[in-house]
């Protein structure tokens, strides 16, 4: 028997807390709220995935946030097949040892 996932109601603010969520007057969240389709959820491994392939195909760097998108791609691909697709990986804020560290567990 297959167990019922259990699904906590989280705001965008409580899955921040790292970044001290979202600052006030923040446009940010409203954009997301109206433009924003679906939202996937990547693991861990899948970030570090697509950080990977990025600094190997494209010889870019770039940090776990910039590689959300692949991440998602790489996680869902049958959501995407037949589509033309376009991923933005952005953020070269990762230090080279962090990055080494982070892709090296794949």
Not at 7 to 22: E, K, N, R
Not at 62 to 78: I, N, R, T
Not at 85 to 91: D, N
Not at 96 to 103: A, E, G, L, N, S
């Amino acid at each position: 028997a297959s167990a019922t996932p259990v699904i906590y109601p989280l705001s965008l603010p409580d899955a921040l807390p790292s970044s001290g969520g979202i600052e006030p007057g923040s446009i940010t969240f409203p954009l997301y709220r109206d433009l924003v389709a679906r939202t996937l959820l990547v693991s861990e491994a899948a970030i570090a995935e697509a950080m990977a392939l990025i600094h190997e195909r494209h010889r870019r760097m770039v940090e776990g946030a910039g590689a959300l998108a692949a991440a998602g791609l790489l996680s869902f691909p049958d959501g995407f097949r037949g589509r033309t697709v376009v991923l933005v990986a952005s953020g070269h804020n990762i230090d080279p040892d962090r990055f080494r560290t982070v892709t090296s567990r794949l």
